[in-house]
């Protein structure tokens, strides 16, 4: 496997794990649609180091927005319903 394909592996991985569309990835990571979906195919960037510190940057900082968001505590502390 090369570099390139281990990038879109890595970069598939982490927008899965987020549970975002290419468009919102993209956004969040500053980087147009086009050049997002050209690395999940494979074509690589030429900062992938710059790349994959930016996702962890902001996978952190999303973890860190969730675990602060009242609504989310809500939610969590509601009874799930039997259906």
Do not use: C, H
């Amino acid at each position: 496997m090369d570099e390139n394909e281990k990038l879109a592996q890595e970069v598939k991985a982490w927008r899965a794990k987020g549970g975002i569309t290419a468009e919102a990835a993209a956004k969040v990571l500053g980087i147009p649609k086009r050049t997002f979906e050209g690395i999940e195919q494979g074509r690589g960037f030429p900062y992938p180091v710059l790349l994959r510190v930016a996702m962890e940057s902001k996978t952190l900082a999303l973890q860190a927005m969730l675990e602060d968001s009242p609504r989310v505590e809500r939610r969590r502390q509601k009874p799930e319903r039997s259906v």
